[in-house]
């Protein structure tokens, strides 16, 4: 009996004198995977244009059924993205959101996707309807 | 009749049906885009090709018809081939704009390429290119390039509206649609092309980029803008209606909407719209709780009756309200104001007064299928193409099948160019006696044809003088008591507004409404208004001569959905609920009564009229039992007894004729 | 299978008139598939039939696998119960349909012969309405006492609350599915207040007669492992009865999954039994390709079986982890969490997120595996063979350990099976059964790995043998990553597959079905198709029921943990509290796929 317990004492000895695993976040961070699910971001191309052009194949994607797309035509005056399309208003409500990436499989034209950004946390409930200006990528 | 095999199942079929009809006619789809039912035959598109044993060809099931057991495969291993190359043959200069096009998602051609069509592309070339978009005209914009020249657009507008101002143009695969005539796209009926384009070449403006298919709740409804009582679907997205869609009820609508209604809706969700109620305050309004507006109505009644009586109280309905707004619009002034008249107008002309049964006995009631049987058709005093459109089309279609047009009365109108006869000038009575080297009247010109004519339809339109129609009532049934009983003439009224025969009904019952309207600066027949009125209920009306009204008035009260001239300078407003805000009938030119379903929220604190009624009789005191505008139609079936068989279970989604019949031919008794 | 005509011809035999329509329905290939016989059972008979498969020694039907409703509306008759029972020697599952009208909603119980059926006939009371006289304890289960209306009938309206947008944010009350409101009108949500009242316990048999003290623990306590909720009562200290309740985490996953397209509703699946949620994947998924007839390629085939397995390392590590802690050896909960944070990793790594992945998808995998993932998965398993040694050494001949887990929870075999218990509860009790070796599914067969039993059916054979599991899945994972073939890791079907990126802007064909299949999902074949796999906790099998529309018309998942905590009285007869939590942690219930 003696033996065992002191066995077990020699794995918790030692793991008293190594380094923990643990990362003290937030003074250290680890470094995101590439694929890394958490906030959106409605990108742009490389001319500054949205990517977007409103389809709503994200919002038929999502199961959860948390985004809405109201889209309007383009204007040469006004162009916004690339073709004839844009989407004016691009809502995605956060709290019902379960990062599943649907919405990034089903986009045609890699507008919207999921991206590293994960501290979201925030005190009021209305603060999470996150509007366009909030998705956007800004300009460079 | 003929009975074949299709994919193993056995039917029986009239002789010279396509085999593409036989098919769906046992639930087969068989894919396809130039055919419509409606439409003459193309057979261009080779989308329905499909096997015939012992034919060595695929043949178009369009374009072949049926004969005595010939056995039909859909679904063999050629016409699973030839479908998946058709589709690519298309597929090959089709634009990749799914994503941006409206038709997205309800698109026959993504759902054929998906059902039928190849999972991968083998072309790798570049596509043809146009210009694009179009537009054709304020309200189709055309997508040259996805156009896949099935020719439906340009049938339908030669064919049906006839109207032909789109046509092809070009050859090969620089074909493409373009409006044939500098006047423009200008035709009534421009919108229907949309429903009909298979993919997203042609488009509404209107509804452009608003809203996808998955995004819309749809329901039925009917359009509120003229008496034919077309069935419509509304496609709503949060609370506002986007687009408005057929919902084809063959006897009334033939399928088809004119422009008015399909795209006559945006005003429902106007930020102008009426939310609360409004009194006077000044020169302007202030807004006000329902109770306040009500019990400042009741007062001015109230006061209007101490001083000058209750004959001095009117009420001054419009075709626009349903049956059940209109019922307790009477019940209301009848039985709590005490005063016996409510009328309604129609834009300033005089109601065209109920036919009298007793007067047409032997005569057929007018229903529009009528139309499509008549050999001669004969309008007096009306204009189809302007008031009810839909009918416009039937009679077109059945000119084309032979029938003879006959007008009367009327200045120039559209239809005069299907007339078989030239027309009766305006201004000729119609019973009058010809005059030496003149034309004659109605009566005199056309009763030989009339006589000739085993089925006739007579319509009165909306300039008909009224003192005319009871001889002309006479007239014909003598001719058909005359006429040996075969055949039939059918007589009818073309109501110009949703309700108008609904009005008639509802507000004079059984009986006829004689001319107890108000009297008021009528162009024409008397500009001084009925001095015996001193306050006034206008519900959804608007009157031309208001401000002269106005001076003659102690109280007015309006309710509306707009803050109209009218309303503004009333001294309570009443906001008014819209046609999509209320469940409620409306009978049409043929006395079918059909529903109104709710289907958006009435804005702010509008209500339907039938609800302010009852409000306005509890404060007097009055206490009514109206939960619903069914309790309202369960009391106008008893106490009414020209829609004693009607029920909202009875009138369904198609709607039933007042006196119970579904379908058949009514006649005055 | 000739297996499965032999069974119809039997019951044919022996009750002439029970079969109404039999529908075998054997699959292409009995190795990779197993056979599904469907066979519909006239009701009268129900009994006969159930007997005969239970008792006769040629048959041997000794395992009820799921017993749940499915509501046909247009149909008389309107309910149908589905009842799956497997025979433990070879794997055959026949699938018993019985209808049952609306007018008479009423089914002779099945507990005389399968006691596991006790739970799920009160679920099917709940769902569906149908009641079976004759049954001990006919009550509901997952909804509180006293709901009203039955939720899986397909008129009881979904429920929930509207998104809240900018747009609708000030009338989502009006906005929300019209439930809550008609609910509000009609006092659906009002529960009668028969509630959770003493002479309700009476019922359960439950009195606080002679000295007994009656102690409820949880549905908030930390050693449930969930939101379980345990009525026990004391003779002093020792444990008289002991009668668990579940619902406490009822969420209405199978009620939305026939809302929602067959590659949305895969979103669901990692959140029913939360801890093993590629299993979930896997098992829907290969429900769904079976109705498809889609072949999956044999890589995807392969990563399919690693990420299970790595799974199955997580889970256990959990499993162990927690009970240690439960039991007082806080260190090995933290030392296990350390290693789970490895597998963690690797997920996200994989897929983006570290437990709710989705990524076995419907026609294979969600994407290739990023470049650095087989070498990461090496590391894997460089370093875990040590640590395992190292929890063992911290407990398994640890005499405290052994004092609280050797003979502490009896099970028995007969009883294990008879409650419908699996996995290493099961085999704890010495029935070597894992459906890995019994009817392997995705290629499991080309691997070779041992099974675990133990002999006493004691809480800590229960441990020894998760310990021995996960030594088995390192060696799986060892041989995939060395046999692991080139290929594509989606199925080569357009129809049910999005294509891939880059044909998006390039050809017609791929856009369209890019769109249809994104926002429509695709319409799956009807039919029905009931498939199982091996979780950490046992038997997890999804029956889906197709209608031929992109919506699942039945969704039903069978949950190792359901049948599992009915083992619960059994297990703690006459023990002391201390020793609940012991059991509790040798089940390893998740609630997720208890409740639902």
Known sequence: MLTELLQALGITGKYLFTRSVTLRYPEERREPYLRTRWRHKLMRHENGLERCIGCSLCEAACPARCIRVVAEENTEEARVSPGERYAKEYEINMIRCIFCGLCQEACPVEAIVLREDFELADYERDSFRFTKDRLLEPQK | MVTLRIDDRETTVADGTMIIEAARGIGIEIPHFCYHPKLSVSGSCKMCLVEVEGLAKLVTACTTAVSRNIVVRTRSEKVKEAQRATLSMLLINHPLDCPVCDKGGECPLQDYTYRYGPGKSEFSDEKWHFKKPVDLSPLIVLDRERCILCTRCVRFQEEVAVHPEIEVTERGRGSFIEVARPEGFTSNFSGNTIELCPVGALTSRPFRFKARPWELKRSPSLCPHCGCGCNIWLDVREDKIMRVLARENPPVDGGWLCDRGRFGYRFVSHASRLKTPLIRKGEGFIPCTWEEAISRVIGGFKKGREVYGSESIRGLASPKLTNEELYLFRKFFQEVAGTNSSGYTLNGDLMIESLRPADCSGLRRFSFQDIDEADSIFLIDGDPSKDLPILDLRIKKAVKKGARLFIAGSAEIELSDFASASPIPVGTELNSVPEKGGKGGFDRRFSGEIRDSKRSVILLGRKTDPSEVESLCSFLKELHDNGGGEGWISLGVLMPAANTQGAQDMLSGDTILNSQGIKYGVPGKSDVPDSRVKCLFIARQEIPDITNLRNHLDFLAVYDIFLSDTARVADVVLPAAAFSEIDGTYTNSERRVQRLFKTTQTPGEAKPLWEVMTLLAKATGTGWDFHSSRDVMREISEKISLYRYISYEEIGMKGSYADGTTSGPRYYR | ?596
């Open chain 3, 1 to 596: 299978m000739k297996r499965s005509e032999t069974v119809v011809q039997r019951i044919r035999d022996v009750f002439p008139d029970a079969v109404s329509d039999a529908v075998p329905d054997t699959v292409n290939d009995a190795s990779a598939f197993h056979g599904d016989i469907s066979v519909t059972i006239r009701k009268n008979r129900l009994s006969g039939v159930v007997r005969l498969l239970a008792t006769d020694p040629d048959l041997g039907f000794d395992y009820l696998s799921d017993l749940t409703g499915v509501d046909y509306p247009g149909k008389e008759p309107r309910f149908e119960v589905v009842c799956h029972v497997t025979s433990t020697k070879d794997g055959t599952v026949i699938r018993l349909k019985i209808p049952v009208t609306s007018s008479d909603p009423t089914l002779q119980t099945i507990t005389p012969e399968y006691p596991s059926a006790n739970w799920y006939e009160r679920e099917v009371y709940d769902m569906f309405g149908i009641t079976f006289p004759g049954h001990p304890d006919m009550r509901r289960i997952l909804m509180p006492e006293g709901w009203r209306g039955h939720p899986l009938r397909k008129d009881y309206p979904l429920g929930g609350e509207a998104v809240a947008f900018t747009s609708n944010k000030d009338f989502i009350e009006e906005q929300s599915l019209p439930f809550i409101l008609e609910g509000k009108r009609n006092g659906y949500l009002e529960l009668t207040p028969d509630g959770f009242t003493l002479s309700n316990l009476e019922r359960l048999g439950l009195s606080g007669a002679e000295g007994r003290i009656i102690l409820n623990m949880g549905p908030q306590h930390p050693s449930t492992h969930g939101l379980l909720r345990l009525l026990i009562e004391l003779n002093g200290e020792r444990i008289s009865r002991i009668i668990p309740e579940i619902g406490y985490l009822h969420t209405g996953i199978e009620k939305s999954g026939e809302h929602l397209t067959y590659p949305q509703a895969l979103t669901l699946t990692d959140r029913a039994d939360y801890l093993a949620n590629l299993f979930n994947n896997l098992a829907y998924c290969l429900a769904v390709e079976r109705l498809l007839d889609l072949e999956i390629p044999l890589r995807a085939q392969y990563i399919r079986v690693l990420l299970c397995e790595l799974n199955r390392l997580a889970s256990h590590l959990l499993a162990i982890g927690v009970m240690a802690h439960e039991l007082g050896a806080t260190s090995v909960l933290l030392y296990c969490f350390r290693e789970r944070e490895i597998i963690m990793d690797l997920f996200e790594m994989l897929s983006g997120v570290r437990m709710m992945t989705s990524y076995i998808t419907i026609g294979g995998l969600r994407d290739e595996l990023p470049e650095a993932f087989i070498g990461k998965v090496g590391d894997v398993l460089k370093i875990f063979p040590d640590k395992i040694n190292e929890y063992e050494k911290l407990l398994t001949k640890n005499p405290i350990w052994l004092k609280r887990t050797k003979g502490i929870g009896y099970l028995s075999a007969g009883e294990a099976l008879g409650l419908g218990a699996s996995g290493p509860l099961l085999r704890g009790s010495g029935v070597k059964r894992d459906l890995r070796k019994q009817t392997p599914y995705s290629s499991y067969d080309h691997f070779d790995f041992d099974v675990p039993v133990g002999e006493n059916g004691d809480v800590f054979d229960r441990y020894i043998i998760r310990v021995e599991e996960m030594r088995q899945s390192l060696r799986i994972i060892r041989q995939v990553i060395d046999k692991l073939p080139e290929g594509p890791v989606k199925a080569d079907n357009r129809k049910v597959v999005l294509p891939p990126r880059d044909e998006l802007d390039k050809g017609m064909e791929a856009l369209i079905h890019h769109f249809l299949i994104a926002s429509r999902g695709f319409p799956v074949p009807k039919g029905e198709a009931y498939r199982t796999v091996e979780s950490p906790r046992g038997e997890l099998g999804y029956y889906i029921v197709s209608d031929g529309s992109e919506r699942p018309y039945r969704f039903r998942i069978r949950g190792p943990s359901f049948a599992n905590l009915m083992t619960v009285p059994a297990m703690a007869r006459d023990c002391y509290i201390a020793d609940v939590v012991a059991i509790i942690g040798s089940i390893d219930p998740v609630l997720g796929d208890v409740d639902r």
